[in-house]
């Protein structure tokens, strides 16, 4: 549709005739202009539903058509939730495009079968597959804006959900109007009885989407249980409270932001696709609030979006900073891994699945792994995401340099003092070591608990044994009986990088 045809425009200015006297059309008059959500001749995918709020967008978007000489567009999701429910609301919306005379696009997904495959909820499956349309149909022919019908009735709900479940700032700012400055909300400050009176003013139909009453989800509990007696007992105005709070703290937001990306710019050290790695120490310089946005952003820079990441992941790679050792790795959702090696924090995304996440001392202790090292060589532990290289080394006239005493990332045995084939394998209780410079053994978990070792890490340290005796805990200290001497004539260099 490449601009408003006469027919149209003529039947638009018959059908809102002093339009703007209207109120729900003044307040997404005034909407529009706050936010600068259209420019003269934008294209506009609406996302339509069918239910009250799409089919109020759309109708209201219709009385801009003049005004901001836009192209509109009505796309649909068919998500197959509701069996021939949804396939009606299809062919509602699609008859609503004919009679306004509007392109229509439409795809119909079984939603069910992919919140199986990626385990998700049903709301966080829905909104994934109905995002990617958007997307989608937008690139494809050509609409740089795409208008949804939140309302601030919807942003209430969501930000008593995000308080329930304990987020931060960005989570309680609630619904942005203008998002990535593509996806724009025009009736976001109307509330969802003004939407439906206007929709009763104008004998406009709609439908209803029964499972929006099923109180055994948490927005429909909200809406239908918390909020009314929040209504009755507290708060008269408790849906304008809230939408109020989030306008605040969408503010506050915007300016910590600015302040971030100055922070993460002194942190950050390299960007890459699907990565990013941040310094450790200047990372350590920074308060604790500055330490979560910044890490949040590496995320967002990786994942696209901080969806499904909580808390409780910030705060264990936080913990990655304090008391991991140096080397260690998470795994988020959606295949984020955040890995802590020397004085360096990397964010990537993985090509493949990850296992899911979880930071409790007993779950880690369940880690298994064992590998046999029949000679020198690359060998890759994808369980702790690792890789250890080892070299033999002749000594020189002068033998071996007293810096062969390394015995961190990089470590060098006497050759003379051990055999291959070498095992490499996770710590396990009752493991016992002599430490360099000392005599007589110790038990490694005594040695962990002595250089504070995290416990969340012990399990996923490996150590080093040949003929069945422990000569490296990675990473920390090799065994006294393996060191390098200035007699030693053959040396075995082992160092450990990132995977």
């Known amino acids: 549709m490449p601009a408003p045809t006469e027919k149209l425009t003529k039947k638009l200015t018959k059908k809102f005739n002093n339009k703007f006297n209207n109120k729900l059309l003044r307040t997404v008059k005034a909407t529009i202009a706050a936010y600068s959500m259209f420019q003269p001749g934008d294209s506009v995918l609406v ?235 200047n990372l350590n310089r920074e308060h604790v609030a500055a330490k979560r946005r910044i890490i949040r952003k590496a995320i967002a820079i990786v994942k696209g979006d901080l969806r499904r990441i909580s808390y409780r992941h910030i705060e264990a790679a936080i913990d990655l900073l304090q008391n991991g050792t140096f080397y260690k790795s998470l795994d988020l959702p959606d295949r984020i891994r955040i890995k802590r090696y020397k004085e360096e924090l990397t964010v990537s995304k993985e090509k493949t699945s990850l296992r899911e996440f979880n930071v409790k001392p007993t779950d880690a202790a369940s880690l298994s792994f064992e590998y046999r090292i029949l000679k020198p060589g690359t060998v890759l532990m994808k369980e702790i995401g690792i890789k250890i290289r080892l070299k033999l080394l002749q000594a020189g006239i002068e033998g071996f340099p007293a810096i062969f005493s390394d015995e961190r990332m990089t470590a060098f045995f006497d050759m003379d003092h051990l055999d291959f084939p070498l095992t490499l394998r996770n710590f396990r209780p009752g493991d016992r070591f002599t430490p360099l410079g000392m005599s007589g053994t110790q038990r490694v978990k005594k040695y962990f608990v002595d250089k504070k070792v995290h416990p969340a890490d012990r399990a996923n340290c490996p150590v080093l044994l040949s003929c069945g005796k422990i000569i490296w805990v990675v990473g920390h200290r090799i065994d006294d009986s393996v060191k390098v001497l200035p007699l030693t004539s053959q040396a075995l260099k082992i160092e450990v990088f990132l995977a």
């Not at 994934?128 to 009735?153: Q, T």
């Not at 209430?156 to 700012?173: D, V």
């Not at 029964?210 to 929040?230: E, Q």
Request: net charge positive.
């Open 47 to 281: 996302g339509v539903s069918g239910g009250p709020d799409s089919v109020a967008l759309l109708h209201a978007l219709l009385a801009f058509v003049p005004m901001f000489s836009l192209r509109l567009g009505v796309v649909h999701l068919n998500h197959s939730l509701r069996r021939e429910d949804s396939d009606y609301d299809a062919k509602f919306v699609e008859s609503l495009a004919e009679k306004l005379d509007l392109p229509f696009y439409m795809k119909k997904e079984n939603v069910r079968k992919y919140q199986r495959l990626h385990k998700l909820s049903t709301e966080e499956a829905s909104r994934r597959v109905r995002y990617a349309l958007f997307d989608y149909i937008s690139e494809r022919y050509g609409f740089n804006k795409i208008a949804l019908g939140h309302n601030s009735d919807d942003n209430a709900e969501l930000i008593l959900m995000y308080l329930f479940r304990g987020s931060g700032a960005p989570g309680i700012s609630g619904i942005p109007p203008v998002r990535d400055g593509k996806i724009v909300r025009p009736l976001i400050r109307l509330r969802r009885s003004e939407i439906t009176d206007f929709l009763a003013s104008k004998s406009i139909d709609y439908v209803l989407d029964k499972s929006n009453t099923d109180t055994k989800f948490l927005r429909n509990k909200i809406r239908h249980n918390l909020i009314p007696v929040l209504k009755s007992s507290y708060n008269p105005k408790i849906v304008e409270t809230l939408n109020r709070f989030s306008s605040i703290i969408q503010h506050e937001n915007e300016w910590i932001e600015d302040i971030t990306d100055s922070l993460f710019k002194q942190c950050v050290q390299a960007v890459e696709r699907g990565r990013v790695t941040l310094s450790v120490k």
